[in-house]
């Protein structure tokens, strides 16, 4: 979760609260942040109604990684103070990153009421209501956004919305608003890319590359160009290109990844010894008998995608949209 947040309230800390407060502001050791956190306990326990208290626990636990505890802190500010914005924020956020998106959506309304013009509550609403399958609404949403705020971010994200929906020329104008306002956008270039039908003109491969050649991109867009740049020389026929491009942005997204192969090694080996043979005999009949719903599950462009437009093309079978709920449940049964 990003540190920034909108300050649209500040509240008065008591000075026993100040030292831990302080830690917040800082990139403090864990052991300093469990001695805080058992400081605003201990002062909880005596002024059980402090706003302020839970509200400092709330964002030192969230330092912690410990989020379940971080959003009941934050819920129990907002029920004693109901107007602490920046609570509120948090605890739409944290939701929105456990993709509740109902009731993320539930906070956020609360928020946009008090502040219908904050670009920051706008698009997270819109982004709870695309989510939330509420396509319209969330189109909508966007709509107010880029023209009160345009942003070039925010007319990519729209320009997202629009091809969730199959508007693809509308979205293809939108992602294009985005690199005018922001010619170093490589999400944007890379949100182009990855619209199937959608071909670049030269002018557009020409300013990727120039782009790159610019050592203030920062990582991410670089990586993305990158990618973005391998399927426009694909699409050209210009395979050797492509291949070097799709090799670089590759290269770009590992530095990225906290990835070990001996601990994944070490992972397959330890659920092929759990799931066996014998482990599934013993569960046999369990689970629900419906026929119905059928979850394909793969990596990126491993075909998952081509199985499911298969499998809606009989006439008893309704594909969805792709859900990105899965690696949710897993993380919040490991404590999340």
């Given at each position: 979760m990003e540190d920034a947040c909108v300050p649209k309230s500040e509240d008065s800390d008591p000075p026993s609260l100040a030292d831990a407060k302080a830690l917040l502001r800082t990139d403090a050791s864990p052991a300093a942040l469990v001695a805080a956190r058992e400081t605003v306990l201990q002062f909880l326990k005596a002024h059980p109604a402090s706003a302020s208290a839970h509200h400092v626990l709330a964002n030192v636990l969230l330092k912690l990684n410990r989020y379940p505890e971080a959003e009941?802190?934050?819920?129990?500010?907002?029920?004693?103070?109901?107007?602490?914005?920046?609570?509120?924020?948090?605890?739409?956020?944290?939701?929105?990153?456990?993709?509740?998106?109902?009731?993320?959506?539930?906070?956020?309304?609360?928020?946009?009421?008090?502040?219908?013009?904050?670009?920051?509550?706008?698009?997270?609403?819109?982004?709870?209501?695309?989510?939330?399958?509420?396509?319209?609404?969330?189109?909508?949403?966007?709509?107010?956004?880029?023209?009160?705020?345009?942003?070039?971010?925010?007319?990519?994200?729209?320009?997202?919305?629009?091809?969730?929906?199959?508007?693809?020329?509308?979205?293809?104008?939108?992602?294009?608003?985005a690199v005018a306002l922001k010619p170093d956008l490589g999400e944007a270039y890379w949100s182009l890319s990855n619209l199937k039908t959608f071909r670049f003109s030269l002018g557009e491969t020409g300013a990727m590359q120039q782009a790159l050649k610019e050592p203030s991109l920062d990582a991410r867009s670089r990586c993305l160009m990158h990618f973005a740049l391998g399927k426009a020389f694909e699409d050209a026929g210009e395979y050797e290109n492509s291949f070097q491009q799709y090799k670089n942005g590759n290269s770009l997204f590992r530095r990225q990844l906290q990835h070990s192969a001996d601990r994944f090694a070490d992972f397959v080996r330890r659920s092929k010894?759990?799931?066996?043979?014998?482990?599934?005999?013993?569960?046999?009949?369990?689970?629900?008998?419906?026929?119905?719903?059928i979850f394909i599950v793969g990596l990126p462009r491993s075909g998952s995608t081509l199985i499911e437009q298969i499998l809606a093309s009989h006439s008893m079978v309704e594909g969805t949209k792709e859900l990105t709920v899965l690696n949710a449940i897993a993380t919040r049964g490991s404590g999340y």
């Open positions: 009941e802190h934050f819920l129990r500010t907002i029920q004693l103070a109901p107007d602490h914005w920046k609570a509120r924020w948090m605890l739409a956020r944290i939701l929105v990153q456990r993709t509740e998106w109902e009731t993320a959506l539930q906070q956020i309304e609360v928020l946009v009421q008090q502040y219908p013009d904050d670009p920051d509550y706008l698009n997270l609403k819109a982004h709870a209501l695309l989510h939330s399958g509420e396509y319209e609404e969330a189109i909508s949403c966007f709509e107010s956004l880029v023209s009160a705020h345009p942003a070039a971010e925010h007319w990519m994200f729209y320009g997202y919305a629009l091809a969730t929906v199959g508007r693809y020329q509308e979205s293809i104008a939108a992602y294009r608003q010894a759990t799931f066996t043979p014998e482990f599934f005999r013993e569960r046999a009949g369990s689970g629900n008998p419906a026929a119905d719903p």
